[in-house]
């Protein structure tokens, strides 16, 4: 019998709220929730210009559902079969034109921590913490670990994180980067659907820019990167609906720029 997927979609305006929606446990991602959350970003809703990705319960998620793992005893070959689901699902996520911004709490562990390493902004509550406790269950990481937290933590901490069977507080996870804001207990949602409404505002192709170009800029030599980023910013700064955000900075009526209290914890 498949399997049933755990993703609630909820349109809210300009802002999808998605939900991982198994809190019994712990919302394990199985394949048929990675495979929804794959359909959502491959066609998202013509009028959704953000998301905020949200868990039920007090935990984000707690990674591979290792029961289903388990009862469909999968061969080698449908495993990695099965990791290139989660790497298509998170690559739609990292590179698509939408942000994506995350609420943590509680565990963010594992493929939770894969899939919110996807995620563009990402706003945690002290009960937040973050693991990679493959080393300690004889299994290792599959989507997408060791190229997206690795990046973001650096390849030495994630290596100690496992060997170490570290894991990380939101404090912690702040200083590294897996988290960019902390907030108050539960107060994570709330910041993050603010982000993902102001996010939703800007102009397309500047998101656009953003999110499908630095990323890959980082992956690339100095000489491509300085390239690629005069092709992206040949395409934005010539969009003609800017005209009008820069004849209101001419007339000073644009927002000014202030350090606020939410620049950071």
Known sequence: MASRSYLDIDIRGKVAVLTLSRPDRRNALNEATVEAIDAFFDKPPAEVR???LRAEGPHFCAG????????LNR???????????????FDKMQFGSIPVIAALKGAVVGGGLEIAAATHVRVAEPSTFFALPEGQRGVFTGGGATVRVAR????????DMMIAARTYDAKR????GLAHELVGEGEAE????QIAQNAAEHYDITNFGILTGISRINDMSVTDGLFAESLLAGMVMTNPDLRPS????????????????????
């Open 152 to 159: 973001i933590m650096t390849p030495a901490r994630m290596i």
């Open 190 to 193: 709330a910041r993050a659907l």
């Open 50 to 52: 953000a998301v905020m």
């Open 64 to 71: 591979l559902d290792l029961q289903e793992h388990y009862e």
């Open 75 to 89: 061969g080698p070959v449908e495993f990695m079969r099965m990791c290139q689901k989660w790497h298509r699902a």
């Open 246 to 265: 820069l004849e209101k900075f001419f007339a000073k009526q644009a927002p000014r720029l202030e350090p606020n209290e939410n620049s950071g914890k």
């Open 173 to 176: 996870g702040y200083d590294v």
